[in-house]
């Protein structure tokens, strides 16, 4: 009897991603589900990031609960901080740095990441 084979974490995050990068011109009926699901499958959070940071570039307005979510589900998961910091410029914009404090008493998911990337800040 052959069984299935099962789809590494790596190979399954690419694919939930590369559904969340072709909804988002279109039908995003279905994204809610497939965050859901990138959200148990993504142990590091290199997926959750990059497909906060894809939304956001797509349409800001459009995707700001999902980018928010993702973003909350990034910073538990990437522990060595290998991913998140890249959403400080991402999502904040370049000057972030002269904004940390009004971004830190605004922005949870910033003051979480800024936190954890700067740990004496």
Known sequence: MATAKKENPGELGMSLYEKIVDMAEGDCTELPE???RLKEADSSGQFLT?????????DRERFAGSVSELIEAAIDRDRE????SSLLEAIWGPDYQDRVEELKASD???RR???????AG
């Open 108 to 110: 949870d998911n910033f």
């Open 81 to 84: 901080r290998r991913y998140i």
């Open 50 to 58: 990059s497909s906060a940071r894809y939304l956001w570039a797509v």
């Open 113 to 119: 990441i800024y936190k954890r990337i700067h740990p």
């Open 34 to 36: 497939v965050i859901s």
